[in-house]
Structure formats: structure tokens, C-alpha cells
């Protein structure tokens, strides 16, 4: 997994940084999840890794997202602590979803409960839950009115074990795309198809 370090000096992560990739690459998700790794941020802190994610069922696509770990040795006074995870999901939505005044309540409460059911442990938890509505006219007057749901979130892991927020983000990402949860007792897996850069 590609890091990007604050300069090009060839000097190795913190032990806290490498500890938490070395968490990430040990993640296992839903066979549907596909990640790829993307460009870090360049500015917002000297250590950062970032994953982008597809929930695919068949040749369908049904939400996409984004994770980043920011990661500072020295911290910031609003992360409370030295690593910030920062997360997007986007997924299509029923019209009577999208205009449902509880859905930007609902939408946090999956992200909490994704986190919590997999034993991810958290702090200063803060974001956003967007309803997006579009109706077309003109040219496109046939077009289909379609709907999304947009979770922005970012919260500050309690300790290095961050494959359990992965996994948590995982969840949540397939929940917005409204696959059913797996039954109890059965495992998910680290998807062949998963595409991660080292």
C-alpha cells in the first residue's frame, strides 16, 4: 500500500502509521466491495493513505465511496489524537427515501451502528447526510427522476486497529446500496477482485 510521506527523503512512516496499514491490509469485507487504492491528500497531514470503493452486484454498480486515514505524530487539537478517519459513501435511493425527513438521521445511524457492530472504537465523530432528488426537463424530459443518499463522515480512531473501521465503512456502503445483511454466522471475505497497490 503506496504512503504518501511529507517529503521524498526515503525515511520510513511512524511506528503508529505502519502499525495501522499493516491493520488495513488485514481487513476483510463483503465479496461485493471492490477497493482500489487512490491518491492521498496532499496538505491536510504528513502521513495518509486513501480507498476507494464500488458495491457491485453483478454488472450493476450500486454506491461508491471513498476512505482516507490522515495520520499526524504530532496530532491536531481537533482530531483528539493523531489519526483522523475521513469518509464518503453516495448510493441510489428510492424518490419516497429521499423524501422521508428521517432519512438524514437514519443514513447516521447506519454509519454509528456499522462502526459499533464490528468493534471499531471512536471519538469526535462529526458529518453530513445529503438527499439529492433530480427530475429532468427539456432535451431530457425522459429521463427517469432518480434519487441519492450522501454520508459524509469523519471520526478519530481510539486506538491503530483500523481495519475494523474499514470494515465497519464497508458495511455501511453496502447497506446504502441496500444489499441484505449476511446471515449470522457467515464470514465475509477478502474479495479476489479487491485491488490494493503496495
Do not use: N
Not at 171 to 182: E, Q, R, T, Y
Request: one cysteine or more.
Amino acid at each position: 500500500m503506496a504512503v504518501r510521506r511529507p517529503t521524498d527523503e526515503p525515511t520510513e512512516p511512524p511506528e503508529g502509521f505502519r502499525r495501522a496499514l499493516a491493520s488495513l491490509r488485514g481487513a476483510t469485507v463483503r465479496p461485493e466491495v471492490i477497493l482500489d487504492e487512490t491518491p492521498a491528500p496532499q496538505r491536510l497531514a504528513p502521513y495518509a493513505v486513501a480507498l476507494s470503493a464500488e458495491v457491485r452486484h453483478g454488472d450493476e454498480d450500486l454506491a461508491t465511496g471513498r476512505l482516507v486515514v490522515l495520520y499526524d505524530p504530532q496530532g491536531q487539537e481537533a482530531w483528539a489524537g493523531p489519526t483522523r478517519v475521513v469518509a464518503y459513501v453516495r448510493a441510489a435511493c428510492e424518490l419516497e427515501m429521499a423524501a422521508d425527513p428521517l432519512l438524514p438521521g437514519v443514513g447516521w445511524s447506519w454509519l454509528v451502528e456499522a462502526l459499533e457492530a464490528h468493534g471499531a472504537t471512536f471519538t469526535a465523530a462529526s458529518g453530513t447526510v445529503t438527499r439529492v432528488a433530480s427530475e429532468s426537463f427539456g432535451g431530457m424530459v425522459g429521463t427517469p427522476a432518480s434519487a441519492e443518499v450522501e454520508i459524509r463522515a469523519s471520526w478519530s480512531p481510539l486506538d491503530d486497529q483500523l481495519a475494523l473501521h474499514l470494515e465497519g465503512w464497508a458495511d455501511l456502503l453496502c447497506h446504502a446500496a441496500g444489499l441484505p445483511p449476511l446471515p449470522p454466522g457467515v464470514a465475509t471475505i477478502k474479495p479476489a477482485r479487491a485491488r490494493k497497490k503496495r
